[in-house]
């Protein structure tokens, strides 16, 4: 059964729902929110801790308090939502397939937004050596065990990785009655927010080993114990430092990755950041098709997916209403020293009003140093920071009128001058 | 628990091998029993290898490896279209990449000849065309248009399927520990208690040299060697289009590069010897040696789009050939031990020649009048056109409910599988029937609903659900 | 007595350093002062945890305290968290346990369940 949409949004978490809502009020009408699970706002369902919505709503909120206040947004506007919708693919000519047990169903969209989300990396992605019994899991679907279906999965627990979901999870299966022997971070670093590191393992005593891995998963039916071992400044393991824990789980919290397949598999090209490059408008190689939130680079904080959402929104509404213009002249933009990645891919200078908001990641703390924003030789800006770390994701807004000179926009750190 | 009941053969062993036999078997009148220790069938070395149909230009010709894997690999065609088994005959290409192995590649050929296998010499050129990521220093190869790729996972599974529709029952979670010699019988001591049969047949894998103790010594050994593989996700089409291998070793066949039948790629396997026969452990600098080794043929391999690293057991014979006839003392005590490569594609063959060739002359084989040999068709929901889907979900809702998002899975499909003769116990069982949780994510979403459906078919709390073995279970308390 | 704390307000989390008179350096905002003060005189946390609720897609609703409670009550808390059952339809807001642990401070519910 064909359809046609002026928008189809793929995937109803955060950035999903504030996509929609953005476009809406930008006056398209004619939208449908396809969302894979019995019920809207994603990944924020099982996040039940605090700590959300200080940026956008000035407040602090759980997860599940922060995706309702989204949910009521779009029942209020009668955005219509498909539930249990699962997208299995897009075309290039934007026709969208989806089932659910409603039927199965193929939608010719005017325009698309991408916001499927990312994926937590699993131990079989980076091959934890060992054997492969169970009780080695990501701390994220712990999380959704515990915390949506009301189950524990251990009762002693290590945790591999400092990502702010391990941090997260170590204090919750505290409370609930299970020991954290301890978290491991191969960097020298942690990976997740300081107040997390605080909160979560300072508050209950549970030590951090940096520059620490797991060199072993023992275990043949269910897990028994791990060993854990130093890593020299290459991150290879130092013999002679093993330490043993007994226990019978192991979380990982050792990356996410931006869940692009319905783009990958149509070869639209990627970014660094293993999403789709896009434009400052959030659109892709593909006229109309528009990504957004963790799917295009994993955020760290939901108030900026919401921001992009929105922006993803806005800019799909200018495009039906074909106030979006593409033209080949365009800025690219490059992650230089010290950067992992810059979104967006590329800036659009044909119309130099406004502002460009300009993200990106360090590929590891730095202190004392300066951000420089140059085309070619040309410093267009550069700022001070007394320090920066690859955990926070960062963002500068540049006027689009400074953007003049022959490209790449390069974005790089530079260490403070010693006078 | 007493087993009154006097079985007329016992297959010990549920792998790729206990499970022709069984198929095999089940054309017959006869009370056949099949015993296996792990939760599930196909759940050691049939699970953990290659996947690959052999074409048979490599074992020495006059061996038993050499019979079985060309008499398998012409089977397999029709074995796959009777039990609804992925299988795509893709061909493989045995890579030369210096000058002085094209000379080894002609005694190759010889070799596919007197095995009665077709082979063509491929020049450096032709390598290029039609695998165009191959090393540029490659200098030549070995073409076996008949080689191919299967799913393991399903080839055991249907084939016990099939098995157990026409009448063959198993039992899971049993291991047989000693084995008594009777008058006319066997009596087996097994964890769950005792089990009697007329002829008792080996099929123990990696432990089929234990197996054959507990009835007579033996003066061959099966020595556990480890291969270790890489699986990247299924992005990539085309990146080879044949079975690549290098030039076999006393080794083995080396470090191969394929497409599987789900199109994912296996890069793989290491070969180590163990001491353990359970050691199914992976470590970093094998694996790295295995990415050396296969970046020689493929340099540019995506091996960011690594999804799993596994660890194989192969039951490696001291005698270098499939180790399959009567006991010396006991004549009903049937050894099908040592099966290492090429047994997968030799299964078929096998499972035929110890029916035909060696249980005949013991017992009478009188056919069953309703034989069945297809298993019903399975539903493929991914693989269905739109007009297919539609009407799919129209008659049955579930089949419109994806449960595994990265492999596409639905609920249907799962029903299916729990419903089928063939039980199907844990959530690693429905993984590798369904492919829910074999992506990318590796069951970060999708294995909850697997767990809790299982709990609801088997009646049982979602605590009790096990990943695999005893005591793998996920779930440890309830929190609230 | 002086301390280095996190500061746990926001996810920037600054290094603060607070002395014996209670002076504080090293934050940004207003906020890290207050925060550190209330941390050496009476540190308090928001707990957040589920409750028994079985509804049709839950089996567990989430809550938090309205306020942060102080530190040592977390555990006495966890305890009263786990006693309690509630039954659907559940609102954002509706209390789940007043005064927990004595606190005079509620555990209110984070979610709607449905029946």
């Known amino acids: 059964m064909m ?112 916001a499927t989300g990312c994926y937590e990396r699993s131990a079989g992605s980076i091959g934890i050596p060992g054997e492969r019994p169970s009780g080695v899991i990501t701390a994220g679907q712990a999380q959704l065990y515990l915390n949506e279906y009301g189950y524990l999965v251990g009762k002693k627990v290590f945790i591999l990785g400092s990502g702010d979901i391990g941090l997260i999870m170590a204090r919750r299966m505290t409370l609930e009655g299970a020991q954290v022997l301890g978290v491991a971070e191969l960097m020298p670093y942690s990976n997740g927010l300081n107040r997390n590191i605080q909160q979560c393992l300072i508050d209950f005593g549970i030590p951090l080993y940096l520059s620490h891995t797991v060199t072993k998963v023992i275990g043949k039916g269910k897990l028994e114990a791990i060993e854990i071992s130093q890593v020299d400044g290459s991150l290879k393991p130092i013999p002679g430092t093993e330490k043993r824990f007994d226990v019978d789980t192991l979380l990982l919290s050792v990356g996410l990755v931006p869940n692009n397949d319905l783009l990958d598999k149509i070869g639209v090209p990627i970014s660094p950041t293993r999403g789709s490059k896009v434009n400052e408008h959030m659109e892709t190689e593909l006229d109309g098709v528009f990504s957004c939130g963790n799917v295009l680079h994993v955020h760290d904080l ?38 992992g990645y810059v979104v967006p891919a590329c800036i659009d200078l044909h119309n130099a009003d406004g502002k460009v908001a300009i993200k990106f990641r360090v590929r590891r703390p730095a202190k004392e140093v300066y951000v420089e924003y140059r085309i070619g030789e040309t410093l267009i800006k550069r700022m001070y920071k007394p320090a920066i770390i690859p955990s926070e994701m960062e963002i500068v807004s540049l006027d689009k009128a400074s953007l003049q000179g022959e490209g790449p926009l390069t974005v790089s750190l530079v260490a403070k001058e010693v006078k | 628990m007493m087993y009154a009941h006097m079985e007329d053969i016992i297959i010990i062993g549920g792998g790729a091998i206990g499970a022709f036999i069984a198929r095999n078997l089940s054309r017959y009148q006869l009370n056949v029993l099949v015993l296996e220790k792990e939760n599930d069938v196909g759940d050691a070395t049939s699970m953990a290898n290659s996947a690959i149909v052999h074409s048979g230009y490599d074992p020495v010709p006059g061996t038993k490896k050499a019979r079985f894997n060309v008499e398998g690999n012409a089977l397999f065609p029709s074995v796959c279209e009777e039990l609804d088994v992925e299988f795509e005959q893709c061909g493989s290409m045995t890579l030369a990449t210096e000058e002085k192995q094209l000379q080894t590649l002609k005694e190759l050929e010889q070799r596919g000849k007197d095995n009665g296998v077709v082979t063509r010499l491929l020049s450096r050129a032709e390598v290029l065309r039609l695998e165009p990521n191959v090393s540029p220093d490659v200098k030549g190869a070995l073409l076996c248009p008949t080689a191919g790729i299967v799913n393991p996972f399903t080839l055991v599974a249907h084939a016990f399927e099939n098995a157990l529709d026409n009448g063959v029952k198993l039992s899971l979670g049993e291991e047989v520990l000693a084995i008594e010699k009777r008058d006319g019988s066997f009596v087996l001591k097994t964890n769950k208690g005792q089990r009697e049969a007329k002829i008792v047949i080996n099929a123990a894998g990696v432990k089929s040299e234990e197996v054959t103790k507990m009835v007579e010594p033996v003066d061959w050994t099966v020595n556990p060697r480890k291969g270790e593989y890489y699986v990247l996700d299924h992005y990539a089409p085309g990146l080879v289009n044949h ?44 694996l790295s040696n295995v990415k050396a080794q296969a970046s020689l043929m493929v340099p540019n391999i995506p091996f960011r789009e690594q999804i799993r690293v596994f660890a194989g057991v192969r039951a490696t014979p001291s005698t270098h050939d499939f180790i399959i006839e009567p006991a010396k003392t006991a004549p009903n005590f049937i050894l099908c031990a040592g099966i290492e490569s090429p047994g997968l594609v030799s299964s078929p063959a096998i499972g035929r020649y110890v029916v035909e060739e060696l249980v005949r002359p013991l017992i009478p084989l009188v056919p069953k009048a309703n034989y069945q040999p297809c298993v019903k068709k399975y539903v493929r929901f991914s693989a269905l056109t739109e007009e297919q889907k539609e009407a799919l979900v129209e008659q049955n809702p579930h089949f419109g409910e994806v449960i595994c998002n990265c492999e596409k899975v639905t609920l249907g499909e799962i029903e299916d599988v729990l419903s089928r003769s063939l039980p199907c116990l844990t959530i690693k069982a429905v993984k590798k029937r369904t492919r829910a949780g074999f992506g990318k994510c590796q069951g970060g979403f999708c294995q909850p609903k697997v767990l809790l459906l299982l709990a609801k078919k088997l009646g049982v709390s979602p605590l009790e659900v096990l990943y695999d073995r005893a005591g793998s279970n996920i779930l440890r308390k309830e929190s609230k | 007595m002086a301390r280095d704390l996190t500061c746990i307000i926001c996810p920037r989390g600054c290094a603060l350093h607070i002395d014996g008179e209670l002076n504080v350096t090293g934050n940004a905002c207003p906020r890290g002062a207050a925060y550190a003060k209330q941390e050496v005189t009476d540190p308090r946390r928001t707990l957040t945890s589920t409750v028994k609720c079985r509804g049709k897609l839950f089996r567990v609703c989430p809550v938090k305290t309205a306020l942060p409670i102080p530190k040592d009550k977390v555990s006495p808390a966890m305890d009263e968290v786990n006693a309690v059952e509630i039954l659907p339809p559940v609102h954002i807001g509706d209390v789940v346990i007043k005064n927990i642990a004595g606190t005079g401070i509620d555990l209110v519910a984070t979610r709607d369940i449905e029946e």
């Not at chain 1, 799909?316 to 106030?323: E, I, K, N």
Request: glycine content about 12%; proline content about 4%.
């Open chain 1, 3 to 114: 359809a046609t949409r002026d928008l189809v949004i793929i995937g109803g978490g955060s950035a999903g729902m504030a996509a929609a809502i953005s476009a809406y009020d930008e006056g398209v009408k004619d939208i449908v929110i396809l969302e894979r699970s019995p019920y809207l706002g994603g990944i924020l369902n099982q996040c039940i801790h605090n700590g959300f919505g200080l940026q956008y709503f000035k407040e602090e909120l759980t997860g599940p308090e922060f995706l309702t206040r989204f949910v009521v947004e779009v029942q209020k506007r009668g955005i219509e939502v498909k539930l249990n919708a699962n997208v299995t693919a897009i075309s290039k000519d934007k026709t969208v397939t989806y089932v659910s047990p409603e039927g199965a169903g193929v939608i010719e969209a005017k325009s698309i937004v991408l």
């Open chain 1, 302 to 339: 939901v108030d900026y997916v919401v921001e992009e959402g929105h922006q993803a929104g806005k800019s799909a509404a200018a495009y039906l209403q074909g106030r979006l213009p593409r033209h080949e002249d365009v800025l690219y933009t490059q992650a230089g020293n010290g950067v």
């Open chain 2, 243 to 286: 079975v690549l291998f290098p030039l076999p070793s006393e080794k083995g066949k080396g470090v191969l590069v394929t497409h599987t039948t789900s199109g994912n790629y296996l890069v793989g396997p290491s070969s180590e010897w163990v001491e353990d026969k359970d050691d199914h452990s992976t470590d970093s600098e094998t």
